[in-house]
């Protein structure tokens, strides 16, 4: 069985910077087993994919939209990735989902069997 809890979320302005995390609590598999994403979803519009990350770290990918401004990371011995956002815009503002699924494969599509209940993220400008 897989949770998912995010957290981090919260009202910033636009140039900010913020960290979210995803605690995952895992039983019968080790953490380090499961590929990590980070999905998040705007009013009015689809969800889409923000950033991705292997079970040790060493790949990570990112949407256009987010690249040199995100970063993804992962604390195998916490159970833990995160996502640092730096100098967020308004047009970030969304609820962030962290999602998971067991396997080495990076995928940027939404089909990920594990789903946390997101953090939502304001950025006001």
């Known amino acids: 069985q897989v949770q998912l809890v995010e957290s981090g979320g919260g009202v910033v302005q636009a140039g900010d910077s913020l960290t979210l995390s995803c605690s995952c609590a895992?039983?019968?598999?080790?953490?380090?087993?499961?590929?990590v994403a980070w999905f998040r979803q705007a009013p009015m519009k689809e969800r889409e994919f923000v950033s991705v990350i292997n079970w040790s770290g060493g790949i990570t990918r990112y949407a256009d939209s987010v690249k040199d401004r995100f970063n993804i990371s992962r604390d195998n011995s916490r159970n833990t990735v995160y996502l640092q956002m730096n100098t967020v815009i308004p047009e970030d503002t969304a609820v962030y989902y962290c999602?998971?699924?067991?396997?080495?494969?990076?995928?940027?599509?939404?089909?990920?069997?594990?789903w946390g209940q997101g953090t939502q993220v304001t950025v006001s400008s």
């Open positions: 895992i039983s019968g598999r080790a953490f380090s087993s499961y590929t």
């Open positions: 999602a998971a699924r067991i396997g080495s494969t990076i995928r940027t599509e939404d089909d990920y069997r594990y």
